[in-house]
């Protein structure tokens, strides 16, 4: 096929080998060379199972060979973040003990890629305890920037963003608690898909926050989210969270018009301490989503600081009660801004916890009518900055860095606590090289529309053909 595998798109690998353009064990063969090359600087993998990969590949090639399909990603190789349960291998959850996180069944949305036929490689480098929107890890290595090493891949699922970025996976699972899929999708030059709460089973997935956290997919490109977002969408009996709405065809829906659809621009915080380069962007894309039919109409959002402290209350409690045992057992084992957020958790009274989750309810509720009286999406830069330096964003005492994390995901942890679907994708880069996002949020459950706006964007833009140069 051309392009090779590993610099093709998901979409792209799934029809070749469907077309018997190429077979499932060329395709994962080339994938594992790749790795092999490059992720000892890279650092996107925690466990490689090129053994298991092989194997499986092998046996999808004798279905194909015998005309068997097993569905849409029959042969494409997938990675997945390290806090997914994937059958015998090991789930650190980013921290120092490799199997730290054991569940009583496995991750259902990597059972539902595998069962589609998706081949996997293992399993991906994260923050420790997906705690941290930068990527960094003591235990595994930072996470490398493919586009420049030294800067943040973006966290917390950032060898899942580092791996799609440098091709070394065709796709990847991330999960999102404040921006954990959006801040690697932004920093790494990709795309990716927070999807509504309830979208997407988290059965078999290690929590952080069990009401805020999102699992979705990443890739290069936005139909390569639709893909796999309609594989991994649907209820889930394990998830007493999940939704049974029906699951609609995302695919399909990607190249519907986009006239008479109405775009919001928030008037406030969302403007604040953008980066010149950044704000030029976003400013362009807007432009080229008004030339593809858009209408971009000004909104008023509820403050996002009542958001912040409901979100805050929320997120430390529920960690602290995830990750007791290990916090009073060996905090010693964690690294110190993991322990320090961790550990406030159990400062979080019983009281002041249900009034956020009261709080919580209410501003859902008056975000959601304030914006989409008004839109269909709502559109803003993903992050203010480009991706910064590892050695910046560590300096400092612990206070400082936390500060920095806040400071980082102020456009994105908004959407999680109100439960919205949002999509990051790459509008531009800077004059260092260095990528920049969009962000689009729709309705609840409305995926369709936000993935069709960001595929009208992506096909008048070349920004996701761009490839970091890698050796």
Not at 11 to 28: F, G, K, N, W
Not at 108 to 122: I, K, S
Not at 221 to 244: E, N
Request: glycine share 8%.
């Amino acid at each position: 096929m051309t392009p090779a595998p590993t610099d093709a798109t998901l979409t792209d690998v799934a029809a070749a080998i469907r077309a018997r353009q190429v077979s499932p064990l060329e395709v994962v063969t080339a994938y594992l060379a790749r790795i092999e090359r490059l992720d000892p600087g890279l650092r996107a993998f925690i466990t490689l199972d090129a053994a298991g990969a092989l194997a499986t590949a092998r046996a999808l090639e004798a279905e194909a060979a015998a005309g068997r399909w097993r569905g849409p990603l029959h042969g494409v190789p997938l990675g997945y973040k390290d806090l997914c349960a994937v059958p015998g291998l090991p789930s650190s959850g980013g921290s120092r003990t490799r199997d730290y996180f054991q569940s009583p069944h496995p991750c259902t949305a990597v059972q539902r890629l595998a069962a589609a036929g998706a081949v996997t490689l293992g399993t991906l480098n994260m923050t420790e305890f997906a705690l941290g929107p930068f990527g960094d890890n003591a235990h595994h290595g930072d996470p490398q920037n493919p586009w420049r090493a030294g800067h943040v891949s973006g966290g917390s699922s950032s060898g899942s963003g580092v791996a799609v970025a440098a091709g070394l996976v065709a796709g990847a699972l991330g999960s999102d608690t404040g921006g954990s899929i959006r801040l690697p999708a932004a920093c790494c030059g990709i795309v990716g898909l927070k999807p509504t709460y309830g979208r997407v089973s988290r059965a078999g997935v290690m929590p952080l926050s069990w009401t805020m956290d999102h699992l979705g997919p990443m890739a290069r490109t936005v139909r390569d989210v639709a893909l796999m977002l309609g594989v991994v969408a649907g209820h889930d009996p394990l998830d007493a969270t999940s939704s049974a709405r029906a699951v609609p065809d995302y695919v399909a829906a990607l190249d519907g018009p986009l006239a008479g659809l109405r775009a919001a621009l928030p008037s406030a915080h969302f403007d604040e301490g953008v980066e010149p380069e950044v704000a030029a962007a976003f400013a362009a894309a807007l432009r080229v989503l008004e030339q593809c039919g858009a209408r971009v109409v000004p909104v008023r959002v509820p403050d996002p600081r009542t958001v912040t402290a409901c979100n805050n209350a929320i997120v430390r409690s529920e960690c602290a009660a995830v990750h007791a045992r290990v916090l009073r057992e060996r905090p010693e084992d964690l690294q110190p801004v993991v322990r320090s957020r961790a550990e406030a958790g159990f400062a979080v009274s019983a009281v002041e916890y249900i009034q956020a989750l009261r709080l919580r309810a209410e501003v859902t509720r008056e975000f959601i009518a304030a914006v989409f009286a008004e839109a269909d999406v709502l559109v803003t830069p993903t992050a203010a900055e480009p991706a910064p330096t590892y050695e910046a964003v560590k300096a400092g005492r612990v206070a400082d860095v936390v500060a920095r994390m806040s400071a980082f995901t102020r456009f994105t942890r908004v959407f999680n606590t109100v439960g919205l679907p949002a999509l990051s994708l790459p509008c531009g880069f800077t004059a260092a090289g260095l990528p920049v996002a969009l962000q689009i949020v729709g309705r609840p459950f409305d995926e369709a529309t936000v993935l069709r706006i960001g595929h009208a964007y992506e096909q008048a833009t070349d920004w996701h053909r761009r490839r970091p140069a890698l050796p």
